[in-house]
């Protein structure tokens, strides 16, 4: 239906814009400054996965409405077509919860000219022995995107314990490491 629409208007679609921002926990990826500041500030959405409240919260207690969805592609289904016609800037946040992150980058960017700003973690705390080394678990999801993106930036954080760069989450139960 949405094909049909995009030939039967008189204008083109211009291709959109995929701006990455990945980095760990509290690296300050910051989705709602990012988005906040973009033009077309008024037709914006921000989806968040898994969490289903309507609230983005940040670290630092900053709350901004959004849609909550655990499927991406599924967007027009359950908001409706026009709600994402309207739209001409989408942030989506936890983007390493949504397994179809990169199809609907392509669809929504590609297809329909939406600029899509996307931030998330590109590795977990946990970590996985590949021959010969020790690696952290990388979110395939997220790096899908990186070579369609206009823009990339990863971000790092302190390290709690030394205060050196941090480049991946450390995971803490009960106070432990």
């Known amino acids: 239906m949405s094909s049909l629409r995009s030939s039967l208007s008189s204008k083109p679609i211009t291709p959109g814009e995929i701006y990455v921002i990945i980095g760990l ?3 300050g990826k910051q989705l709602l ?3 906040g500041s973009r033009p077309g500030a008024a037709t914006e959405v921000r989806i968040r996965g ?5 609230l983005i919260v940040t670290h630092d207690g900053a709350k901004f409405p959004c849609w909550a ?3 991406l592609m599924l967007f027009e289904e359950n908001f409706g077509v026009d709600a994402y016609d309207k739209l001409d ?3 989506i946040d936890e983007t390493q919860f949504f397994e179809d992150l990169c199809d609907f980058c392509c669809k929504a960017a590609d297809r329909d000219g939406k600029t899509l700003i996307l931030a998330g973690l590109d590795g977990d ?3 996985v022995v590949l021959e010969p080394t020790l690696r952290w678990k990388r979110f395939e999801s997220v790096l899908d995107v ?3 993106a206009d823009s990339v930036t ?3 954080a302190r390290c709690e314990l030394c205060g050196k760069r941090a480049f991946f989450s450390l995971r803490k139960i009960l106070g432990e490491n």
């Open 25 to 27: 926990m509290f690296a």
């Open 33 to 35: 400054c990012s988005v």
């Open 50 to 54: 898994l969490d289903w409240t309507q």
């Open 69 to 71: 969805l655990d499927n």
């Open 89 to 91: 800037v989408i942030g």
């Open 125 to 127: 705390y946990l970590k």
């Open 146 to 148: 990186v070579p369609l």
């Open 154 to 156: 990863k971000l790092t």
